[in-house]
Antibody, heavy 121, light 108 residues
Framework: QVQLQESGPGLVKPSGTLSLTCAVS?????????WSWVRQSPGKGLEWIGEIYHSGTTNYNPPLKSRVTILVDKSKNQFSLTLSSVTAADTAVYYC??????????????WGQGTLVTVSS | EIVLTQSPGTLSLSPGERATLSCRASQSISRSNYLAWYQQKPGQAPRLLIY???GRATGIPDRFSGSGSGTDFTLTISRLEPADSAVYYCQQYGISPYTFGQGTKLEI
């Protein structure tokens, strides 16, 4: 059973940079899957941020593209999210998720438990 | 981007009844009906219920069923149980950026 675990600071100052890591266990990040970040805030619901393949190929949500970087670290079996120039609007629970590449191709079949990031001074 | 509109916003039903949740897309999700439904309970991550509009994910009871194509999709939950109380989201993953509906809160 694949498990994902987000980690990172729970508080980020305005104009600062949000950095999170998603550790993957029970499976390889080099498998034939894409890996995604999704966030959830009261004001905007669930919002897809972007995704990465183990080759390093990425796909970002256009409104966030200029501020987002997603990287993969195959040696640590994890991937990361960096969001720059944050504002209060970036306060949310951030989830990492696996994109299914088997029977449920494209849907998000495994999720981390989520981590709350608050942007405040 | 494709906007997904879910209705109703809140649904209150009794155990044993059937729930019908709707998800309408702003344009056709033509790519193999790449429409999923997720269940989210308070403090938990979303859980995949339905993929490809009508396929049940592993471990999901057959009380949960999905249907629809194009722009109109439905999640049906039969024989409701108190544990089905949650917020249900639809998601399209056929056309990037992938988008979610705003959710339907189901109260049992």
């Amino acid at each position: 059973q694949v498990q994902l675990q987000e980690s990172g600071p729970g508080l980020v100052k305005p104009s600062g940079t949000l950095s999170l890591t998603c550790a993957v266990s029970g499976g390889s990040i080099s498998s034939n899957n894409w890996w995604s970040w999704v966030r959830q805030s009261p004001g905007k619901g669930l919002e897809w941020i972007g995704e990465i393949y183990h080759s390093g190929t990425t796909n970002y949500n256009p409104p966030l593209k200029s501020r987002v970087t997603i990287l993969v670290d195959k040696s640590k079996n994890q991937f990361s999210l960096t969001l720059s120039s944050v504002t209060a609007a970036d306060t949310a629970v951030y989830y990492c998720a696996r994109v299914c590449e088997s029977y449920c191709r494209g849907a998000f079949d495994f999720w981390g438990q989520g981590t709350l990031v608050t942007v405040s001074s | 981007e494709i906007v997904l509109t879910q209705s109703p916003g809140t649904l209150s039903l009794s155990p044993g009844e059937r729930a019908t949740l709707s998800c309408r897309a702003s344009q056709s999700i033509s790519r193999s009906n790449y429409l999923a439904w997720y269940q989210q309970k308070p403090g938990q991550a979303p859980r995949l219920l339905i993929y490809g509009a009508s396929g049940r994910a592993t471990g999901i009871p057959d009380r949960f069923s999905g249907s629809g194509s194009g722009t109109d999709f439905t999640l049906t939950i039969s024989r409701l149980e108190p544990a089905d109380s949650a917020v249900y989201y639809c998601q399209q993953y056929g056309i990037s950026p992938y988008t979610f509906g705003q959710g339907t809160k189901l109260e049992i």
